[in-house]
């Protein structure tokens, strides 16, 4: 640069000096325009055609410095740019000056966009603000913020208008918040634009914020029964409805202070939360629901009552007894229960007073084994009645009996048939069973095809830990011809049954049949007659069959 300034100046020497061009000499400056970056330096030559210059420089509030010179020429450099100015440079010659001036024009890029979302969450319908600004960008009137929703325009501003001594740009819209815009992505870009004077077209954008909008308007419901048992598992549920989004809803429950710990669950517009509930104590007590979405909360409450009521005590003085012993049966309130309930117990003969026991004495019989006795507890909480029930059985002890009709002393077996021996013991405990045959046991277990070696005498015993009994079996097995004998024989006893019955409601009948049908006399006594001869026919038969 300096070599080539000193060429210009070395020309303007060779030119034939005259009064007139010292009348008629230009003082310039270079740059024509000058654009410098904040807190930047920037080279200014000052320079005239007089060929012959008196004094001559610059005049500027920067810091300056005399970088270099010429007969017609001065170079500076000012420092630390960080306003714009204007500076004027000067010659004199022949007496006479002149002087012409450079706007410094200061320029800063917008580095820091900073956007804000007032408020972050917003409930439906409600305005939120968009506030974007910048900090220390330079010139003002080159600068345009934009708005954006996602990469959606929503504003776009510039500051040809404002003073440029201001150093500070921001724009704010005011919108109206709608479920969509819910986790929408704002932002802010600025642009400052410099080709107009000979620059470049700066960018920046700020950090993305996130928009929450919300709806939760309803305030939350409690289901709980009003009463509550102490130690006994209860569902509780706290639901909201027309909330949104509902999947973002946050639920604490609690019973007093005892947190539980409750199971979320969500489905369009609408949240709920279940948990269960143990309440240990008894007496009133408050069941509460948070539910937070965002920055909103609303807490609902429910009053609940807790009472105890463990089921009654029923005690057999002895649960095996043996047959014919007394025994007392007795029927008593829990001593958690309170107040005192009533009682009732099955086959006393009469209830107990309020507060006490009821009882039964009895005396064991073999028929009472397996019977169940029933105790009843009534408690009345609030108006509300309660009943719990203890049951027990009662078990009696006998000795082994084999009973005709479990076990027949006398049995009968068709031969080739499949049979088993039939004898059940009673007992209790239940007796085991062993029969013998011809000294050798007998399997009673497994079904055998009866043969005529089957007849005979069976010794069959019982025992359990009371005792045994023994009883003998005869058993017969009849062969098919006896069979068939006594089957005709049966079927023959019947069919004369039958006839004789027929008789019978046949004369009883008569005298309405002889006003409709009269039948002949002769035909009458055939019919006597052949009944008469089937009757003998079937007599003979029998015989026959020694029947």
Request: charge should be negative; glycine fraction near 6%; charged fraction near 20%.
């Amino acid at each position: 640069m300096e070599m080539l300034l000193f060429g210009v100046w070395a020309l303007l020497a060779l030119i034939p000096y005259t009064g007139a061009t010292e009348e008629l000499f230009e003082v310039s400056v270079w740059p024509d325009q000058a654009l410098v970056k904040f807190g930047q330096s920037l080279m200014v030559n000052c320079s005239t055609t007089c060929p012959d210059p008196g004094p001559s420089g610059i005049e500027t509030f920067l810091k300056k410095t005399l970088m270099g010179k010429g007969p017609q020429w001065k170079e500076f450099l000012l420092e630390d740019v960080t306003e714009d100015s204007i500076l004027q440079c000067f010659f004199s010659c022949a007496g006479i000056q002149k002087d012409t001036s450079l706007g410094i024009t200061m320029y800063q890029p917008p580095e820091q966009v900073t956007l804000e979302l007032q408020p972050t969450w917003v409930a439906v319908d409600d305005v939120f603000t968009v506030k974007c600004h910048v900090l220390s960008v330079a010139p003002l009137e080159n600068l345009t913020l934009i708005l954006l929703r996602g990469n959606q325009e929503l504003h776009r501003k510039n500051f040809m208008s404002l003073a440029v001594a201001s150093q500070r740009a921001e724009v704010t819209i005011s919108i109206k918040a709608q479920r969509e815009d819910d986790r929408c992505n704002f932002s802010c870009h600025a642009e400052l634009d410099l080709s107009s004077r000979g620059g470049e077209l700066f960018h920046a954008s700020s950090a993305i914020k996130v928009l929450r909008s919300f709806e939760f308007s309803q305030h939350p419901q409690i289901w709980v029964s009003p009463l509550l048992e102490v130690g006994m598992a209860e569902t509780v549920s706290c639901v909201v409805t027309r909330v949104f989004p509902a999947k973002e809803v946050m639920f604490h429950m609690f019973l007093g202070h005892q947190d539980l710990s409750p199971f979320l669950s969500w489905e369009e517009d609408t949240a709920w939360a279940n948990a269960t509930v143990r309440a240990m104590e008894t007496g009133d007590q408050e069941l509460s629901c948070v539910v937070s979405l965002g920055p909103m909360e609303q807490k609902t409450r429910e009053p609940v009552h807790v009472y105890s009521f463990p089921p009654p005590i029923l005690e057999i003085e002895e649960l095996y007894p043996l047959a014919g012993t007394d025994i007392n049966v007795t029927c008593a309130g829990h001593v958690l229960t309170s107040p005192s309930p009533t009682l009732w117990l099955q086959g006393a003969p009469d209830l107990p007073a309020p507060g006490e026991p009821a009882w039964l004495l009895l005396t064991a019989r073999e028929e009472d084994d397996g019977r169940n006795f029933s105790c009843e507890a009534s408690l009345e909480v609030q108006g509300q009645r309660f009943i719990k029930t203890t049951t027990v059985q009662l078990h009696v002890l006998y000795e082994p009996r084999l009973e005709e009709s479990g076990c027949p002393g006398n049995q009968t077996w068709m031969e080739g048939t499949e049979q088993m021996l039939a004898c059940i013991p009673k007992g209790n405990p239940t007796p085991s069973l062993v029969c013998t045959w011809n000294g050798v046991i007998f399997d009673l277990e497994v079904p055998q095809k009866a043969t005529q070696n089957h007849s005979g005498i069976y010794c069959c015993t019982a025992t359990n830990q009371l005792g045994s009994v023994r009883k003998d079996i005869a058993l017969i097995v009849q062969g098919l011809d006896e069979g068939n004998s006594s089957t005709i024989f049966i079927i023959i006893i019947v069919a004369l049954g039958v006839g004789v019955i027929a008789i019978a409601l046949y004369l009883n009948y008569q005298p309405c049949k002889m006003e409709r049908r009269k039948l002949p006399y002769r035909q009458k006594e055939k019919y006597k007659e052949e009944e008469s001869q089937f009757a003998v026919g079937q007599a003979e038969k029998c015989n026959t069959h020694n029947c």
